[in-house]
C-alpha cells in the first residue's frame, strides 16, 4: 500500500487583473476595473468591439480593443452574439487574457483573491507520509505558492520556506520558487509528514 495522498486544488481567481492606465479624468496613473461590458459597433460589413473598463477613482472609462474594422462574414455568428450578449463567460475569459490586456496597457496588476477548491484523488486509511497537490489554475491569479500553501495548510510562511529548505517541500516543474505565483500544471509535493 502507498503511503502517499493525492490531491487537487482547482484555484480560481475572484478578481480580474486591472491594467493601470492614464485617466483622462484623474491626471494620472489609475488602476481600471473591467465593467463586464462590451460595446459593439457595427455598419453591416465591419465590425468593432471593445470591452468597457472603468477608473477605479472617478469611473472614467477605457475601451479595450478586442476587434478592430474585423469583416463581418469572418467572424463566427456565435460569437458575434455573444460580444452582443456580453455574455459573462466571454467578458470573464476576456478580464483574465492578461498577454491581451498586455498589448494595450503595460502595467498590469494581478490579485492574489482566489478560492480553492479542493477534490481528493486518492484517499488514505494508512497514516500519510507524503502528499501530492496538483494544481488547476484555469486563470492568471497572483497568488504566490507559499501565501497558497500558507493559506490553506494553516501553516505561518516561515514554516513553509522551512520545509523548502530541508527538502521536505519540492515544487514541480523544476525551477519553479515558492516566491512566484502558482500557475496551471504546477505539483507540489510534501514528504515526512
Not at 57 to 77: A, F, H, Y
Request: glycine letters at 6%; aromatic letters at 6%.
Amino acid at each position: 500500500m502507498s503511503d502517499v495522498s493525492r490531491v487537487q486544488w482547482t484555484i480560481i481567481a475572484r478578481t480580474a487583473p486591472q491594467p493601470w492606465l492614464g485617466c483622462n479624468r484623474c491626471g494620472e496613473a489609475r488602476r481600471f476595473r473591467s465593467s463586464e461590458r462590451i460595446r459593439v459597433n457595427a455598419n453591416g460589413k465591419r465590425v468593432d468591439a471593445w470591452l468597457i473598463y472603468r477608473c477605479t477613482s472617478c469611473g472614467d472609462t477605457w475601451n479595450r480593443p478586442i476587434l478592430e474594422r474585423q469583416p463581418v462574414r469572418t467572424i463566427e455568428p456565435d460569437f458575434l452574439m455573444s460580444l452582443h450578449a456580453s455574455e459573462p463567460a466571454l467578458t470573464r475569459r476576456l478580464a483574465f487574457d492578461v498577454a491581451g490586456l498586455r498589448r494595450s496597457a503595460g502595467r498590469i496588476e494581478e490579485f492574489d483573491d482566489a478560492l480553492v477548491i479542493e477534490k481528493v484523488l486518492s484517499e488514505r486509511t494508512a497514516p500519510t507520509r507524503r502528499l501530492e497537490i496538483l494544481c488547476s489554475v484555469p486563470e492568471p491569479v497572483g497568488l504566490r505558492v507559499d501565501r497558497l500553501l500558507a493559506r490553506e495548510l494553516r501553516l505561518p510562511r516561515s514554516r513553509i520556506h522551512g520545509l523548502a529548505e530541508a527538502g521536505d517541500l519540492v515544487v514541480f516543474p523544476q525551477g519553479s520558487h515558492l516566491r512566484r505565483t502558482v500557475r496551471d500544471g504546477m505539483r507540489l509535493v510534501l514528504v515526512n509528514l
